[in-house]
């Protein structure tokens, strides 16, 4: 009941997507669709997986929403500012403020060690204050604050992943866009990087997820499935795995 008798304030999702269209072109000749009409809202708050089969275009439809890509046709509106009408340095403004991106190959620089990756993006762009101490925070955040000083080399691959993750997490965004990010890791780092990303969206964070693995897919609340380029189905996940429990009873993700 609301006492005053006044509805709450309607929710703005963060991502709204109408008829999202992208071709790749390949010389004169060849024509791929790689998005062929996507609709898509995500709600502050939501964790979604994105699943479908190679080639589907959910790279395609990941780096639109990190505005890495520009649509061919549609709209997509970021937070409320429709992406295609802005400058850009409005862009850079609102991709810094919403967006933090993971890879599935981590993309750190070799020659950095684990803090000097983390703040390598306020080093080309951002609020640069405290950026030594903020890398570090990033790091604890994620488990990694004994590593501080070491190269990806000597690192894991889950902690590379936990780097990038600092890395993506460094301005705060609104959301982490995520292209499987549990690809290149066996079932027990890729337990640790969900029940990561499952404690920033309990703390609000939105995240969404590529994943060929439905066992990766099962730890969200929401699975859109894509197919040939749209949104084929998207259905929520009644009772979503907790990471953090399968770690505590020796149980990976993807077994
Ligand atoms: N830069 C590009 N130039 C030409 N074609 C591309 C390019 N990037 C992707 N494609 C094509 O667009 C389609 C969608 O690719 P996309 O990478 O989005 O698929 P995906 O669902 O992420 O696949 P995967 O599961 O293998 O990562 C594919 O047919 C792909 O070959
Ligand atoms: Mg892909």
């Known amino acids: 009941?609301?006492?005053?008798?006044?509805?709450?304030?309607?929710?703005?999702?963060?991502?709204?997507?109408?008829?999202?269209?992208?071709?790749?072109?390949?010389?004169?000749?060849?024509?791929?669709?790689?998005?062929?009409?996507?609709?898509?809202?995500v709600m502050p708050g939501e964790f979604v997986a994105i699943m479908g089969p190679s080639g589907s275009g959910k790279s395609t439809l990941m780096n639109v929403l990190g505005c890495l890509d520009a649509p061919d046709a549609g709209t997509y509106e970021l937070a409320g500012q429709t992406v295609a009408s802005l400058s850009d340095g409005a862009l850079a403004a609102i991709r810094n403020r919403h967006v933090g991106f993971v890879f599935q190959t981590f993309n750190l620089l070799p020659r950095l060690n684990a803090i000097e990756n983390v703040e390598l993006p306020l080093v080309y762009g951002g609020d640069g204050r405290?950026?030594?101490?903020?890398?570090a925070a990033a790091l604890e955040q994620v488990g990694l604050g004994d590593r501080?000083?070491?190269?990806?080399?000597?690192?894991?691959?889950?902690q590379q992943q936990r780097v990038a993750i600092a890395r993506a997490l460094l301005n705060d965004p609104s959301m982490i866009l995520a292209d499987e990010p549990t690809g290149n890791l066996d079932s027990r780092s890729s337990a640790e990087i969900l029940?990561?990303?499952?404690?920033?969206?309990?703390?609000?964070?939105t995240v969404v997820m590529v994943t060929h693995e439905p066992d990766v897919a099962a730890h969200c609340r929401r699975i859109v499935r894509m197919r040939d380029g749209v949104v084929a189905h998207d259905d929520p996940v009644a009772a979503p795995r907790r990471a953090e429990?399968?770690?505590?009873?020796?149980?990976?993700?993807a077994e």
């Open 1 to 41: 009941m609301i006492a005053s008798g006044r509805l709450p304030p309607p929710r703005q999702p963060v991502v709204r997507l109408r008829g999202i269209t992208k071709t790749y072109r390949i010389g004169r000749e060849i024509e791929v669709r790689a998005l062929r009409g996507v609709d898509l809202d």
């Open 130 to 135: 405290d950026r030594r101490p903020r890398a």
């Open 148 to 158: 501080l000083h070491h190269r990806p080399s000597e690192l894991s691959g889950g």
């Open 195 to 205: 029940a990561i990303f499952q404690r920033l969206n309990a703390q609000g964070k």
């Open 245 to 253: 429990e399968e770690i505590a009873a020796g149980i990976g993700a």
